[in-house]
């Protein structure tokens, strides 16, 4: 007779089993209809093959499309479908990596001398999916280093047999499905049955091992669902996602641009992209002076010792600028990667009390890495870059509180901005392999502790991630869903117990001993230009009225009207409120259409009606007219709109 197990499902029941059932058992003990959508199953934390043996008691979750675990991997699974119709259709290929990404999978590949075109892809397509059809199984496989080594040798991809370079004997494994193996950890889905619909949406360059002395792959970037209509509800997203694209906007409002002579990855701002900047920058400010914030300001570059002593120098040394040679030999100074050395030395250079703490130290600073050619992207991956970065410097013991403060902000940053749709993932230690980390267990609970009470106290929709954590300290990250449903990490708040020991940080404490601060690091907003790309790609253009760069313009219906036209805007600039007149020689509804495109919120039509009764007539960008008012009263309207979207309830 079998041994039984007993397995315990995520609502708590418990039920038993035959040892060696799985997770596809599990299901269609269940239901049936379970069993046809389980893509996995995450068994004692670890996600598994659904028709994996399970052998002792564990805790078991099925995985199906709703589960991020499960889409990747679905995605997982597709990228080895994506290699075996390649394989197919060109023989002899070579083949990187393929995993999972948050919006599909890739996989680099060596086509040795063929250069893949984009018309090609339709037919890689339709390869996968007759590939998909076959419903070939995915079957896991150990095997020794010896023979996986002799089974690539004999292939003669140089690329596996790199990867099994860093590999143990006795961790190995291959995936097989229908005539395609390939070295992988997994999990994968039962069949490929289960892949109804592919689109290969990109291909591009990558180095391999991302080492630009390396020989460049072809990366070809694919999503696939398990139903037709998904795709094409994708497809539509993605149409969408074009019209909002931050490169194709940030031209068309005239907000940024970038030169070869100034360098990639080093973008310029237009005069109203400078305006948006800094009411961006102003906003957070004036939020940061009413919650005690210290503003401060370092320099673009700083001696190697310093980020040697910081440990960036380790960390972002081969991705950052190379250091420069002053005239004294042997003196080398790097652009900075980082805004926390300098402001640790702020903090050093007097002694503190435990009545100064907490000390708040904010600076919108400038940051430099060097980030590899093929990896930049608009605004989203620069090579120099403003940090919204704030260091507090506190005890031990107020380390929650200042943990809720800062949430405070960060979510009075998303409500003004539009962000409504946010997770707040918890990074903790990995308990299962605590050298990672530096500091003693006591400073590491307290510091969990107050984040995990801060976040409840919040009431944050949080996610816990064991061994998230960065190896100084634990941390909140804020993931944010824009209108299209994507998601990105805007704004953290992380602990950090290095750089004050690094530093020699001290305070003396009520018992007249000296103490370390623990120091938090923020950032609200991050990158800011990450930020404007993603409020851009958010808000299709259409900032709040707060924010937008030109707020209103004013159209005289002809030259006799620009006299008043003038007039208004002057007693409009005494408001703050910002404008410009249009008084080309067109035709009215051709400065309203040129209004809507470049998407500035108001239209101020002044024609001899408006002159006489000192009125202004007024239309909203998207909505139309909204009727005539006076001066004093639009002033009012206006500032009411803005007075709501940035009030703190």
């Given at each position: 007779m079998s041994q039984q197990i007993k397995i315990t499902l995520p609502d708590g029941s418990v039920r038993?089993?035959?040892?060696?059932?799985?997770?596809?058992?599990?299901?269609?003990?269940?239901?049936?209809?379970?069993?046809?959508?389980?893509?996995?199953?995450?068994?004692?934390?670890?996600?598994?093959?659904?028709?994996?043996?399970?052998?002792?008691?564990?805790?078991?979750?099925?995985?199906?499309?709703?589960?991020?675990?499960?889409?990747?991997?679905?995605?997982?699974?597709?990228?080895?479908?994506?290699?075996?119709?390649?394989?197919?259709?060109?023989?002899?290929?070579?083949?990187?990596?393929?995993?999972?990404?948050?919006?599909?999978?890739?996989?680099?590949?060596?086509?040795?001398?063929?250069?893949?075109?984009?018309?090609?892809?339709?037919?890689?397509?339709?390869?996968?999916?007759?590939?998909?059809?076959?419903?070939?199984?995915?079957?896991?496989?150990?095997?020794?280093?010896?023979?996986?080594?002799?089974?690539?040798?004999?292939?003669?991809?140089?690329?596996?047999?790199?990867?099994?370079?860093?590999?143990?004997?006795?961790?190995?494994?291959?995936?097989?499905?229908?005539?395609?193996?390939?070295?992988?950890?997994?999990?994968?889905?039962?069949?490929?049955?289960?892949?109804?619909?592919?689109?290969?949406?990109?291909i591009a360059g990558a180095y391999w091992r991302g080492d630009e002395n390396r020989k460049m792959l072809t990366r070809i970037y694919g999503v696939t669902f398990p139903k037709a209509k998904e795709l094409q509800e994708y497809m539509t997203m993605l149409e969408e996602a074009k019209k909002r694209d931050h490169r194709k906007l940030g031209r068309e409002l005239e907000l940024f641009t970038f030169s070869e002579k100034v360098g990639m990855g080093l973008p310029l701002w237009l005069p109203k992209g400078t305006l948006l900047r800094e009411r961006l920058v102003s906003f957070l400010k004036k939020a940061q002076d009413k919650s005690g914030y210290q503003q401060v300001t370092t320099p673009h570059i700083g001696h190697k010792a310093l980020y040697e002593t910081s440990g960036h120098y380790e960390k972002y040394g081969k991705d950052s600028f190379q250091p420069i040679a002053t005239p004294n030999e042997g003196e080398e100074f790097l652009l900075k990667p980082m805004n926390c050395p300098h402001h640790c030395e702020i903090y050093k250079y007097k002694p503190r009390s435990y009545k100064e703490l907490p000390i708040r130290y904010a600076e919108f600073g400038t940051v430099y890495r060097y980030e590899q050619s093929g990896e930049l992207h608009g605004l989203t991956r620069v090579r120099g870059f403003t940090q919204d970065d704030a260091h507090i410097f506190c005890r031990p013991d107020q380390v929650k509180e200042e943990f809720i403060k800062v949430?405070?902000?960060?979510?009075?940053?998303?409500?003004?901005?539009?962000?409504?749709?946010?997770?707040?993932?918890?990074?903790?230690?990995?308990?299962?392999?605590?050298?990672?980390?530096?500091?003693?267990?006591?400073?590491?609970?307290?510091?969990?502790?107050?984040?995990?009470?801060?976040?409840?106290?919040?009431?944050?929709?949080?996610?816990?991630?064991?061994?998230?954590?960065?190896?100084?300290?634990?941390?909140?990250?804020?993931?944010?869903?824009?209108?299209?449903?994507?998601?990105?990490?805007?704004?953290?708040?992380?602990?950090?117990?290095?750089?004050?020991?690094?530093?020699?940080?001290?305070?003396i404490g009520s018992d007249n001993q000296k103490h370390r601060p623990v120091m938090i690091h923020r950032a609200p907003f991050g990158s800011l230009e990450r930020f404007v790309a993603v409020l851009i790609e958010h808000c299709a253009g259409n900032f709040p009225l707060w924010l937008s760069p030109e707020q209103l313009t004013i159209l005289p219906i002809s030259e006799k009207f620009v006299g008043y036209a003038e007039e208004i805007k002057a007693i409009l600039d005494e408001h703050d409120i910002s404008g410009s007149i249009d008084n080309r020689d067109e035709k009215i509804g051709r400065k309203i259409r040129d209004a809507e495109v470049k998407k500035i919120p108001f239209m101020i039509i002044v024609g001899e009606k408006e002159q006489e009764e000192r009125k202004l007539s007024v239309r909203k960008h998207g909505e139309g007219d909204i009727g005539n008012f006076s001066p004093e009263e639009f002033i009012k309207y206006f500032q009411g709109i803005i007075s709501e979207s940035l009030s703190r309830e």
């Open positions: 038993e089993y035959e040892q060696g059932t799985t997770g596809l058992q599990i299901a269609a003990s269940i239901s049936e209809g379970l069993a046809r959508n389980v893509l996995a199953a995450k068994v004692n934390g670890q996600v598994w093959d659904a028709t994996r043996p399970i052998d002792s008691d564990a805790e078991v979750q099925l995985l199906t499309w709703n589960d991020g675990d499960g889409k990747n991997t679905f995605w997982h699974s597709s990228a080895h479908l994506l290699a075996e119709a390649l394989e197919a259709l060109y023989p002899g290929i070579k083949f990187g990596i393929g995993p999972p990404i948050e919006t599909g999978f890739y996989y680099d590949v060596d086509f040795g001398d063929h250069t893949l075109e984009g018309a090609e892809l339709e037919k890689i397509e339709q390869k996968m999916i007759e590939l998909a059809r076959q419903k070939n199984e995915y079957v896991r496989k150990d095997i020794s280093k010896q023979d996986a080594v002799a089974y690539f040798q004999e292939k003669g991809d140089e690329y596996k047999l790199d990867l099994l370079e860093g590999l143990e004997d006795g961790s190995i494994t291959f995936y097989e499905q229908g005539n395609f193996t390939d070295l992988c950890r997994g999990p994968h889905i039962p069949n490929t049955g289960f892949i109804k619909a592919v689109k290969l949406t990109n949430i405070d902000l960060v979510l009075y940053v998303f409500k003004a901005l539009g962000f409504d749709d946010y997770t707040a993932q918890i990074s903790l230690r990995d308990p299962e392999n605590p050298s990672k980390y530096i500091g003693g267990d006591e400073a590491w609970n307290k510091a969990e502790t107050a984040i995990i009470e801060a976040a409840a106290e919040k009431g944050l929709n949080t996610v816990t991630e064991l061994g998230e954590a960065a190896f100084y300290g634990p941390k909140l990250d804020f993931m944010v869903k824009d209108a299209l449903g994507r998601k990105w990490q805007l704004g953290t708040i992380q602990v950090d117990y290095q750089l004050p020991d690094r530093f020699q940080l001290e305070y």
